[in-house]
């Protein structure tokens, strides 16, 4: 199995990916930048870096999260949506349209540095939640993670721009992950908007649009008028039908961390994006080597919520640490166990980081839940 790309292994180690091929040429590997990896080559890398590489298999990560449903069961729900793209090309612009809200214009510097989760009814309301990616080239592991956790991928280009390098990015974590992809050409109010070259810069990708006789679903949109914007959203709604995704409100809530803070009033926020089971206010949880009793809960516009069934996203306070994006969470059946669980993962996080080397824990990007 080939694991992650030349890339995205240079940024987990925070070092530039020219200074990853270099070693590789030193020891006579050829690697290109979005080439992937397997194991014996990334461990052979990391180890030139001074890092020292654990494969996490799937059984280990799935310990207690894994219960198999019933068919019966099974109820549908809401299609998990990851705004991916370059840096600028309008993704928070656009998210900020269709929830109405101006999170853009309230980062700094207008870049966006985390991964944002909201959840919103469309005008043929059906519920649909959604995760905005930084584009910036420095948070590969993010959109990583965001592809990971997702159904569909909208990836933006601005058409008045090309298919830049995070676009590419983009699309291959999508493809990695096993995602369907709907191209938002973004920008077309601008008058130097060229969508025909976009499309044609995508096909030399492989990417073929359905005008073109592709399979891919694409749409002329703008962030800044709204044109187009209800037609993206049905075809991303298509997609998800396709998909006929379902999961059980039934059970114990399992999810995964989208962000963790320490908030001076509140203590300990994580914000988490519920995948299946439904969370309530009450639930022990566990998240990586943290546990807590969710005290509260709330959804991106600070309202409580007492109950977050699948594919919600929900701010949760409580716990006594801050996970890691990208931590699975889930509930447990007694305080008990959860306290042994996280004092078990802190105990192991403490022996690996004694030893010398620094650490890294790859999973499966392609895997999902
Ligand atoms: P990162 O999160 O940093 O990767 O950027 P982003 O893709 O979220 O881009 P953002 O939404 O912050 O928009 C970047 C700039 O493009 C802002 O100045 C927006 O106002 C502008 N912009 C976004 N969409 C449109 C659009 O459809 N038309 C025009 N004219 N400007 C847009
Ligand atoms: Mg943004």
Redesign the pocket.
Known sequence: TEFISANDLASLMDVSVNEVIKVCLNMGMFVSINQRLDAEAITVIADEFGYDIEFLSAEEEETVAEIEDDEADLQPRAPIVTIM?H???????LLDYIRSATV?KGEAG???QHIGAYDVMTKSDKRVTFLDT???EAFTAMRARGAKVTDIAII?VAADDSVMPQTREAINHAQAAGVPIVIAL??I??PGANPDKVREELSVMNILVEEWGGKYQSQEV???TGAGIDDLLEKVLLEAEILELKANPDRKAVGTVIEASLDKGRGYVTTILVQTGTMEVGDIVLAGPHFGRVKAMTDHRGKKMKKAGPATPVQVLGLTGAPQAGDKIQVMDSEREARELATQRQQLAREQSMRTKKHITLDEIGRRL
């Open positions: 793209g840096v600028d090309h309008g993704k928070t612009s853009a207008g870049i966006t930084p584009g910036h933006v973004n920008k109010d601008k703008s962030a800044k």
